[in-house]
């Protein structure tokens, strides 16, 4: 089928679900919006939060999407359900695939799950690794200062890793997971400096890679895929500035897999 | 939702996808049936193996299940989209499921592919690849002796090794492949040699833990998971003798995650 998907932020954190996609869909077309100006979500209210959404999900839906990936988690825990009943093309968050990777994943069944204030509020990935096994023992923790972190570019260097490290100090303390997920899509960015400070028997999982796996199921099962020959030109809008974001994709799209696919990215207003 | 999920294979190849079903869905109640009478099906026409699926399928669908796990590539390959036109409940192959892993997976492009001679006769495997990436290369191979070495229980030991040895000396030449599929759910049980003689560098696919991961996606989708608590009670029926079927159930389930859900084993008729 002809038409992309369509893939929603709240900023840049979303590129890494969207460089995901390219790398295992590569003749599907995307068509991003990442609210920067209005970045980070996780502190705000969940009526903030639905009513920004729908904007970018507006926006999306005039130029004519056939899927609709939610690549931003506090978005997901607030909003999924909502847009699962409203619209008529299949939707997908990157809570439930990051919660069934990392059932997979963990073998002491210690689970722990970092995110915004929002996404860790929500209690979403409690409730979803809960729903597939009661068994699993879950370490919350909100890292506030991770998404203005990567939202300014600031990927390596002597004050990230200060952040990370007195960020996550109470969830290595406790010393039991085995298992980490990254809560936000921002996250992936910063897992070099996190799995330094968390060490290396723990399995950091990216829901954006797991995202991407699922949304090629979900369109295969929907006879959704893309059947002919073509390397898309994918679109990606922000609504904030160019420099910085463009900044951020450039690193993330920087990768043998994507070179031959086409990025244009446009500023743009949404509400 | 209380229901089981039906699992159906031409014998106990389909039992290493029971298994991660059971890892990866604990409060799940599984449905199985296992065709060993007639097994193998590989070398069968497309029509004898879709009147066994049928019957497989018709036991299964007069005990009330939500979703049916087609966990035999041969069966996959000759009737998954009649059985996804004519049922109106979700049907999963384990083929997709593979390719998607595959393709994540791979670093050079290069994928290899073994199976009966049925699915590699069926040319599912290099259409599920290519329909989603055109760049990939492709080695498939047919080993007709895996199924019946599996069903005879010779997991390991000298012969195993020879006769893996000399099955897979004509992809292993070739020396170009990084990944190489298990495109029949009987391959698992013989992983490890597979593994030892390919080398350390070849990433080895099992669709069995891929299509569990799949079906936990589905029920997800369609609002299907059982939400309550409970230690399911799985039925297991195999067509032909208990002994060995037992056998060989007793070791694939003989785990810590397993340990606390009872299984069940009958012999049935089916046809």
Redesign the interface.
Same mark, same amino acid.
């Given at each position: 089928m002809d038409q992309a998907i369509g893939v929603i932020d709240s900023g840049v954190g979303g590129l890494t679900v969207a460089h995901e996609l390219m790398r295992?869909?590569? !003749?599907e077309k995307l068509l991003y919006v990442g609210d920067t100006l209005r970045c980070p979500y996780g502190p705000r209210s969940e009526e903030e939060v639905k009513k920004f959404t729908w904007e970018m999900v507006n926006f999306l839906l005039e130029k004519k999407i056939k899927m609709l990936v939610v690549a931003c988690n506090t978005a997901t825990a607030f909003t999924l359900t909502e847009l699962q009943n409203h619209l008529d093309i299949?939707v997908l968050g990157v809570i =439930?695939?990051g919660a #069934?990777?990392a $059932? =997979?994943a963990t073998k002491n069944m210690h689970i722990g799950v970092i995110g915004t204030d929002g996404t860790i509020r929500s209690n979403a990935y409690p409730q979803a690794l809960l =729903? $597939? =096994?009661? !068994?699993i023992h879950i370490d919350a923790l909100a890292c506030p200062l991770f998404v203005p972190l990567v939202e300014k570019g600031m990927l390596h260097g002597y004050t990230t890793f200060q952040i990370v490290s007195e960020s996550l100090e109470p969830i290595r303390q406790n010393n039991h997971i085995d298992t980490l997920i990254l809560g936000c899509t921002h996250y992936p960015l910063i897992k070099d400096t996190i799995q330094q400070f968390m060490g290396n028997h723990v399995s950091i999982i990216s829901s954006s +890679?797991e995202t991407a #796996? @699922?949304t090629?199921?979900?369109l @295969?099962?929907h006879e959704l895929?893309y !059947?002919g +020959?073509r390397i898309p030109n994918h679109q990606f809008f922000t609504t904030g500035e160019l420099e910085i974001f463009e900044k951020i994709a450039k690193r993330i799209f920087n990768s043998s897999e994507s070179n031959a696919q086409s990025v244009a990215i446009e500023h743009t207003v949404i509400s």
């Open positions: 295992q869909l590569p !003749k299949p =439930n695939p #069934r990777a $059932i =997979n =729903n $597939i =096994n009661s !068994k +890679e #796996r @699922e090629s199921t979900i @295969e099962y895929l !059947k +020959e």
